[in-house]
């Protein structure tokens, strides 16, 4: 693939470089130990969709704030909710974020700006509208993503959220990891519109597209939207279009998601397509790489210290 010349720098590219290959390989090693019966907890794989947090959250600053769903450990990760205490919290370990009450569907680590994670479909977005108005009533310029899914823009709370965002100009950026499938129902019999996008029209708020596999294109669509928010002139939808590799939650047999769609998604792996075209481009080598994926090290869940 070619090289962009409107490219963030090298930092920002091999940020997200980092980000994705931590959310990869935490991914990969929560999923073998599930399936060898070595732990046991729900889990809903963000795999295939890491280029949307890593493309947004080089914009953000520890103090702006961002919420999360279930398929949260991307947004996660990039946000940078330490691994030890986030693993521990999967767990259900008293040393974990929430003191193991939580669980995974409710990581909560106010001190890197991960306020929320939330299990009730689009329940999130009004809940990023309050800390997007916090912030705008304390006159600080932090921001505040939102990450939801296609399924939850057909929710009540989304279309009450954009239009109270859309109405008070807040410092909000609703990112929609659009992955094609609500639960077991493919987006085309759940959505009578194509792009979700198009919905932000009626909200009075820039609505984008974007390649959500394309970590280059997503952080220019960040860089924008918040550009946009901290200048106080409102909030931003991005539908970002990507796919889930292991469907909606470990142990799903994905019968009703097309054995083909599946491989070719897999096969266009987004994470070492990136990774070659950062070596193809003369970003960086192949032993830069391998030595950034190897300082990542997911902790043993028989640690002593989780
Ligand atoms: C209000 C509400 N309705 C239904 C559910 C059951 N449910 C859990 S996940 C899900 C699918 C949501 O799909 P989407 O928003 O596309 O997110 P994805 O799982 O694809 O990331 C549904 C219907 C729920 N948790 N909350
Ligand atoms: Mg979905």
Redesign the pocket.
Known sequence: MADRPDAPDRDALLAMFEIQSRIKLCDERFRSLLTSGQIQLIY?SPRGQECISAGYSVHLRPDDYVVA???GLHDHLAKGVPLKELWAEFLGRATGTCKGKGGPMHITHPESGLMVTT?????GIPIANGFALASQLSGTDQVTVVN??????N?GAFHEGLNMAGVWKLPVIFVC???L???HTPMAMSTPIERISDRAASYGMVGVTVDGNDPVAMCQAAEEAVARARAGEGPTLIEAVTY?FWG?LMGDAMEYMPKEERQAAMDADPVPRYRQWLIDNGHATDDELTALESGIAPPSPHSKRI
């Open positions: 809903y769903t279930y398929r299990g009730i479909v689009g329940s939801f899914g296609d399924g939850a823009s929710i990891q659009n992955n499938y609500g639960e889930r909606h």
